[in-house]
């Protein structure tokens, strides 16, 4: 991007859907966000140019070279959406890791031997008073050296067993010979906002010393906050970042990107364009995450463009992205440019490309590639990783090749013998595909005989399950389970799996309750839990009171198409006989 006079930028927010922006200490009230839509370019389009195709709307009101942050309508598309891939940065990305040399996998080398504090806090009780108990005795013969708590940390958060890894974190610090960083007081702040919530990590902020409440540590509320899509508290933390005189960063914009690429895309070209006034240099994730957008907004030219304009700024795509493009090209059907992709990507030796396996089993499954999904297979089957099998799983089931994921399944246990639960939910997630209860009530019991927990994955492929079984009441008593039984809350999918379920069949009753049951446990309203319950009251040709007040509430405003749907079973439309009566 050019590098255009830094300015300080204030995104205010008011209780009503406008927002107040201050540049320079002016300020700018505006109600309306611009979409240009895609912008031809004969070559690779200039990085102001690179702002203007992501604007969205009908008309720019660019006063003092800032837009509006101000959610209006038009704000989701009309065309059906494309999934997303997973686009969150890693905890080594967001700085929370003391070295990069656990992070061996990617690079071809060996991962460490697990340690024994790891041990020692895997096997202990998830009780508070038996895990503090277990280390208080593990440390009297041992030395707690700085890489051992490190590796540590590590490979919980590589198991994604964040309740043990903050149980840990709290012990850590009620140890004096520890001295305590702002790293790792960031790294709590994570756990805490992935275990109890963002409301207790911002209350925890609080405590931390004025001398460690640096960048990091906002950033990684920030982050965790995108991660819930919560759109009014994430704009809170950056401002808040913004008052504290912190650097604004290429990290901090692109979770902002990844927010409104989630739930507002007119507001990417406010953030490019902030990006640019504060001379934050895009890194290669902000172009993934561009690259994305344009492709789920069906604009394979714009999305071709803003590669273009990647290469002339001297960075070269990575297999991420080049797995994020590859994707777009099967999803728009362009399949011979998905190809082409995919075969740079797997270079002159695919069984020495280790670190492509997974990304290609995926992507050629979607191609519906049989036999390219059983050529990168056969390239690491003879020694393989636990991620490979797992996607070579995933890849078969999708291609309905049960008995082949089931094989890779058998390898996968003997060559292991303890295996988490994720994997198992990867067989669990091919049977529920097929609709294949039995089975699948048969991997669960494979789960709970060898000791795995179920945590939020293996719950939505349970519920998955039962769904695709057409047992709704029963997957709708599992999440109830689930929401019970989990240190963490279930999956955002989980809840939408039944709730379009619900939905399908018109039962407005039960659809509400499950829309309510998100809001109770932190997921914010947004535009695509209104559109399942929404069509749930067309479905059930029920008249529906006070919807366009519940969006409004909620900051959400529907697109033409949903406009158009409420319209529907609105109870107090105007039609040609009602005009008469009156």
């Known amino acids: 991007m050019l590098a255009i006079r830094r300015a300080s930028v204030r995104i205010r927010f008011q209780p009503l859907p406008s927002v107040t922006i201050r540049a320079c200490d002016a300020k700018f009230d505006t109600t309306t966000s611009s979409y240009m839509g895609s912008i031809a370019f004969g070559g690779p389009p200039p990085p102001t140019l690179l702002v203007r195709s992501f604007s969205f ?24 959406p494309i999934k997303e891939a997973d686009m969150s940065e890693s905890e080594n990305e967001l700085g929370l890791l003391d070295t990069e040399e656990e992070i061996v996998e990617n690079k071809g080398g060996q991962r460490k031997g697990l340690s024994g504090l790891f041990k020692v806090v895997v096997d202990s009780s998830s009780a508070p008073p038996n895990i503090k108990n277990a280390l208080d005795k593990w440390v009297e013969g041992h030395d707690l050296s700085r890489s051992e708590i490190s590796h540590t940390m590590f490979e919980l958060r590589r198991r994604k067993m964040y309740g043990k890894a903050l149980q840990l974190s709290e012990w850590l610090n009620s140890q004096e ?12 702040v994570d756990l805490i906002a992935k275990v109890r919530g963002t409301q207790k990590a911002e209350a925890y902020i609080e405590k931390i010393p004025e001398s460690f409440k640096g960048e990091i540590v906002y950033r990684t509320l920030l982050a965790n906050c995108v991660l819930n899509n919560d759109v009014k508290k994430s704009e809170k933390v950056f401002n808040k970042m913004k008052d504290l005189n912190l650097p604004v960063t290429a990290f901090a914009c692109n979770q902002l990107l990844l927010l409104y ?4 895309k007119r507001k990417i070209a406010d953030v490019l364009l902030l990006m640019e006034k504060e001379d934050v240099k895009p890194s290669l994730f902000t172009y993934r995450l561009l690259i994305e957008t344009k492709g789920m907004s069906h604009d394979i030219i714009g999305m071709e463009q803003v590669l273009e304009t990647m290469k002339a700024e001297g960075l070269e795509s990575d297999s991420r992205l080049q797995s994020v493009l590859a994707r777009q090209y099967v999803y728009a059907g362009m399949n011979e440019k998905a190809r082409a992709v995919l075969n740079e990507m797997e270079g002159s030796n695919l069984s020495e490309n280790r670190g492509v396996h997974s990304s290609l089993l995926q992507i050629y499954a979607l191609l519906g590639s049989v036999d390219d999904v059983k050529r990168v297979w056969e390239a690491c089957e003879t020694n393989p990783r636990l991620e490979e099998c797992m996607n070579a799983i995933e890849a078969f089931g999708k291609l309905k090749e049960v008995a082949e994921a089931e094989a890779v399944f058998d390898l996968m246990s003997k060559k292991w013998n303890r295996l988490s639960a994720k994997y198992y939910t990867s ?23 060898s000791g795995c927990r179920l945590g939020p994955l293996t719950w939505d492929a349970l519920v998955k399950l039962y769904i695709e079984s057409g047992e709704i009441e029963k997957a709708d008593s599992i999440l109830n389970k689930a929401s019970q039984q989990l240190s963490m809350k279930p999956l955002f999918s989980t809840y939408m799996l ?3 379920e619900y939905a399908k069949k ?32 067309i479905n059930a040709k029920a008249p529906l009171y006070g919807f366009r007040e519940r969006l409004k509430a909620d900051n959400v405003f529907p697109s033409k198409t949903l406009a158009e749907r409420l319209a529907q079973v609105d109870a107090f439309k105007k039609t040609a006989v009602s005009d008469l009566l009156d």
Do not use: C, P, W
Request: glycine residues 8%; proline residues 0%.
């Open 506 to 537: 018109g039962d407005v009753h039960n659809a509400e309750k499950i829309f309510y049951k998100m809001r109770q446990v932190g997921y914010v309203s947004r535009y695509r839990q209104y559109d399942s319950l929404l069509q749930a009251y």
């Open 427 to 449: 067989m669990l997630k091919v049977y529920a595909n097929n609709k294949m209860l039995l089975k699948g009530k048969e991997i669960v019991k494979q789960m709970s005989d």
């Open 177 to 188: 010979s520890i001295e305590i960083s702002e790293r790792d007081y960031a790294s709590r």
């Open 261 to 264: 690429k989630r739930t507002d």
């Open 57 to 80: 709307g009908s008309q720019s009101f660019l006063k003092g070279g800032v837009h509006s942050f101000s959610s209006q309508a038009g704000s989701e598309s009309d065309k059906e």
């Open 498 to 500: 039944i709730l379009d």
